[in-house]
């Protein structure tokens, strides 16, 4: 018998065994294992089966079409954004350790996985704290007037993160999306939005393993990704995310951000990353 994965009737996610049935981490696998060339690609088609079918399974609630049924449901879509988190870390651990680089598929699907990972915490009401969370004017209805512009929450503490905001004439400043940015907005540098988004994610990211209150570092990377991901969809009704070809930088920056908001997580929930955990 060979290292295989392990996936039970009804469970969310999967987990790695040894050749004698024992769990394992993909980084642990592939330390002592000489085909990380397999094992990696393997990992990722299989969490893009369950993605698939985490998207048929909570499609509804995770578009918010609809809240959690009840308790249960709640319990599974907690158990959904935890899975994925470990399924993400441990793809960005494997390819550290071996050294391969990130290809476009491999940003794609963990640029999905994160995504519905957000949408989930979203829906629980459980995820991060946004940057500027309650500091921002409510937006008026009908078209808005000023100019769109990144805002670090605090330049000197970059784990804090920060946001686009759309700084009105009057002074006041509404919360604003790279999204809207993109698609919503006249008169905007797309080019250079884009660059200053990928810009404040590497940073933001970069400085989340050190950051005081890992908590707000995991939302502040979070709410960075979600907006990059929102804005890289195929289209308005789908969470497959779409990079453009030739950008491999931005499928590493992907992955490497959605790790850096896992492992924030887990500095405050440590079993977060267990494998060891009995089977469902």
Known sequence: MIPHIRQADGQIGFCWVTAAGRPVSLPGLV?????????????????????????????????????????????????????????????????RRTGLSTGLRAGQIIGTS???????????????????????????T?????????????????????????????????????????????????DAAVQEHRDALRAVGAAAGAAADPAVAAGAVDWLLYDWLMAHRESESSAAIKIRPGRADDAAMIVTSADAAAAARARTDPALFSVLAPVR
């Open 142 to 190: 009908g078209v808005m007037a000023g100019r769109g512009q990144f805002h670090y929450a605090d330049p000197a503490e970059p784990w804090r993160g920060g946001r686009w905001i759309l700084c009105a004439e009057d002074g006041r400043r509404y919360p604003l999306t790279l999204c809207m940015l993109l698609f919503g907005s006249s008169g905007v540098e797309k």
């Open 114 to 140: 994160a995504l519905l990972a957000a949408r989930a915490r979203m829906v629980l009401g459980t995820a991060g704290p946004v940057p500027f969370g309650g500091r921002l004017d409510e937006p008026p």
């Open 31 to 95: 330390a002592i294992n000489g085909e990380p060339q397999r094992l990696i690609p393997a990992h990722l088609s299989a969490l893009d089966d369950a993605l698939i079918a985490a998207a048929g399974r909570w499609g509804e609630v995770l578009g918010g079409g609809r809240p959690p049924r009840d308790g249960a449901e709640r319990a599974q879509l907690t158990e959904l954004h935890r899975a994925l988190d470990r399924l993400n870390h441990e793809y960005a651990e494997a390819e």
